[in-house]
């Protein structure tokens, strides 16, 4: 038979009793952790989310609360009465280890069925099992820490917002699209059979109405939806701090970020120093490979192309550029890892991979026969490779204007030897601000040229002549953060001329009818007298990802999805039933 709560109050967490609380009685309610049976002694380890306490129940002082406790099982929902006292042995490992409670009376509240897997600190079951089973996964110690940091850094990102004078408005989440370079979810109407709802991949458009309605400085902690292939810190649905501001300068935007994210990161314990600095697209690109440099470590890139004789670029099939990075202490590699390495560096795109070893007996190199000992030791000069080092030259095929292919392959190959090589300082907090993008980029699948980061972002006013003629040589006013290789946001200050939004749509192939159709409504608005205005978004969970020390997103986000844009514990997507595809006059098409 089980107890009722009644009127049962509770008067500690169970993991908060201390030491100084020894003598006083207390109710704690939770669930049975664990249980040790001595004979007269009887233990319950009881969890709640603050952490654990150990009850004792005595039989000959406390023969009906002993008994009870006889038939407590692990997740049993428990209350317990009793006496704090302090523990003969101290439990170093546990935060209430200077104590026991001595229980009067045990209620069982609820049983529980055996969990598929046991609640400790770190356990080995599957990710699918622990997102099926997310209730269970939940009571364990790390997912409470962290949803706890996230919701104090989004409390912080609310504080910092407010006292800046931001004024948070809810836009809607069934809408029509807003592009962002993904797919969207559309939600069919009933009403309207054959129309539908998108849901917002982001509020951009909705956002820069505010400013035209005169709002000045908006935010908003918003969900955002993108059908896009999903990766370890992308998921179908994720949370944005979304900003946006008139008449603002570019500071003015990276000040207010800053602010936040000096304030996030000092909330998670991690001190960080305002501005941060800044970096030209290009330069991210020649350096690092990247538009997201990890600047955790040097290892910086090199273009070495003339070091390359063009018989010795003939032989070994190199077509555009070649760059190249200093690997310290990677001279031992043996021939199995060069030749692992070389493997990487065609997996990510490469055509090849070549290089020198540095060490005190001479420098030697895969490819000194083809390009000669000068060479060998300009390339090794060129990225200042000392003794012991192995330097890591590669080529790419140079398939689009305006990008520089050995360089990205050469930037995974900088944080593939980072990583293996123990460079990169765990300890650190590297933000940057990454400035000078291209407005477009060329778009492999599609054949056409796409929106870098959507088409409102602003233009640098000396390219605009080029937007029809050269539209790869056009710069944004487009910034991205970074922070230790993660993009955590982008923005821009934005485009608030309709004449300029108008052409900007239709370099990106948009017809009259099309752009009339879409986004009508907006290149009407923009007409009535808007503002100069610009702002920024940042990627909530992947900020409480980083901050809290994670690797998944999915680890600071209660429910998450799978891979595969699954809920495994909601089981959605899923089939729903005739009648309602009817209501929405929808038939599904057989496979
Ligand atoms: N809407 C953009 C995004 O979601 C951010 C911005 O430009 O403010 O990435």
Redesign the pocket.
Known sequence: MLDSLGNLRRTHYCGALRAADAGRDATVMGWVHRRRDLGNLLFLDVRDRAGLVQIVFNKETQPEAHAKAEQARSEYVVAIEGKVVKREKVNPEISTGEIELVANKLYILNTAKTPPFPIEGEINAAEETRLRYRYLDLRRPKPHRNLALRHKIVLEMRKAMDEMGFIEVETPMLTRSTP?GARDYLVPSRVHHGQFYALP??P?IFKQILMIGGLDRYFQIVK?FRDEDLRADRQPEFT?L?L?MSFPRQEDIFGVIENVMVRSCEVAGIQVQAPFPHMLYKDAIRNYGTDKPDLRFAMELHEVTDCFPAEAKEKLYIEGNVFALAAPGAAAYSRKQLEELTEKAKSVGGRGAYFVKVTAEGTTSTVEKLIGAENVKKLAGACGAKSGDLVVAVSAKQEIKGTEAAAVVAGHMRLHLGEALHQIDRSKWKFAWLTGFPLFEWSDSDKTWVSA??P??GIVDEDLDKLETAPWEVRSKGYDLVLNGYEL????IRIHRQDIQERVFKALGLTEEQLRHRFGFFLDALTYGTPPHG???LGVDRIAMLLSGEKSIREVIAFGKTTAAQDLMAESPSKVDREQLDQLGIQIKNQ
């Open positions: 962002e991949q982001s951009q955002c944005q979304d946006e980061q959507h409102f972002t946001g982008s923005g821009s702002g920024i978004a």
